[in-house]
């Protein structure tokens, strides 16, 4: 697959470093360049890899093994068990049961500034949400309901076809000062329950 050869020429010189290559020819080995890769047709794999090796400069082949030396090491430091080159062909699979997480109540702590309710405060929350696919509570409604629009029977109407993670009771209602000292309070902020509505 690839051409192995080497050409080893040395480099060129002017005159002020000749005198200076021939004091020191004896005691450093000239680097060797290395020609362009070319493509052939070589009968077994074996030939392939070893010609591609071959082509590669000793300084590239260390740096070739330390990266791979320290993959190695950063993989078993963080709990893997075995190096892995390539991805598994599972790992698509794996990715795609993951999307399809059930739906479930979630909470994250925020100050209430980030909320996007127009309130300056500095003040934390607990905010609670649902999250989640509803893959398993498809009714009958809902496959219908697809059907229609497919065959364009339900043309403008914004409708949705599968069911939606929401919640479906809210939290007691949340009080808090303002950034100016004013006493707020906010009513179905957070999930208390989650479903597929």
Do not use: W
């Not at 020191?24 to 020609?35: E, I, M, T």
């Not at 000793?58 to 030396?69: C, H, N, P």
């Not at 398993?136 to 109407?157: F, P, Q």
């Amino acid at each position: 697959m690839f051409n192995g050869s080497r050409k080893y020429s040395p480099l060129p010189s002017s005159p002020s470093s000749s005198r200076a290559s021939s004091f020191s020819s004896s005691s450093l080995p000239v680097a060797p360049r290395r020609s362009p890769r070319a493509l052939q047709h070589h009968s077994s794999l074996l030939s392939q890899y070893s010609s591609l090796l071959e082509s590669y400069t000793e300084g590239e082949i260390r740096q070739l093994i330390s990266a791979l030396v320290e993959r190695y090491s950063q993989a078993m430091n963080s709990g893997g068990h075995e190096l892995q080159l390539f991805p598994r062909a599972g790992s698509r699979r794996k990715r795609a049961r993951a999307r399809h997480k059930p739906c479930a109540l979630k909470e994250l702590e925020v100050s209430v500034s980030e909320l996007g309710l127009g309130y300056e405060s500095d003040e934390t929350v607990l905010f609670r949400y649902c999250s989640g696919t509803c893959e398993a509570a498809v009714r009958s409604y809902d496959l219908s309901l697809k059907s229609m629009r497919s065959r364009r029977r339900i043309k403008k109407e914004k409708v949705r076809a599968r069911p939606c993670c929401r919640p479906l009771a809210y939290d007691d209602d949340v009080s808090f000062l303002d950034a100016y000292n004013r006493y707020y309070t906010i009513n179905e902020l957070s999930a208390k329950e989650c479903g597929c509505v």
